[in-house]
Nanobody, 126 residues
Framework: QVQLVESGGGLVQAGGSLRLSCAAS????????MGWFRQAPEKERESVAA????????YYDDSVKGRFTISRDNAKNTLYLQMNSLQPEDTAAYYC???????????????????WGQGTQVTVSS
């Protein structure tokens, strides 16, 4: 079972940048597909970006395409989300997720993932 811990959230002005990290422990992440999700108050948790085991395949929600970049360093057991040009509507708790997979495919649904971090808050002021 993998354990995930997010970091890097905070308060930033509109147009600013943040880099989220998700450190995994107890298991190496090289056999896990991973993703970032976010949840704003009173809203459903939604997919932001996803990445395959190797990192060769990625997916982005249309709302973040061109602004966010998902990446992973399997040697460091860490997943990243670089967020640029942040907007107030990006304000949410951000969660990383992982699921052990045999194929090098991206998974976009929350139900595809068995393991979740505790979340890190991102607040973007206008």
């Amino acid at each position: 079972q993998v354990q995930l811990v997010e970091s890097g959230g905070g308060l930033v002005q509109a147009g600013g940048s943040l880099r989220l990290s998700c450190a995994a422990s107890k298991r190496t992440i090289s056999s896990y597909a991973m993703g970032w999700f976010r949840q704003a108050p009173e809203k459903e948790r939604e997919s932001v970006a996803a990445i395959s085991r190797s990192g060769d395949n990625t997916y982005y929600d249309d709302s973040v395409k061109g602004r966010f970049t998902i990446s992973r360093d399997n040697a460091k057991n860490t997943l990243y989300l670089q967020m640029n040009s942040l907007q107030p509507e990006d304000t949410a708790a951000y969660y990383c997720a992982a699921d052990q997979r045999y194929s090098d495919t991206v998974y976009m649904r929350r139900y595809d993932y068995a393991y979740w971090g505790q979340g890190t808050q991102v607040t973007v002021s206008s």
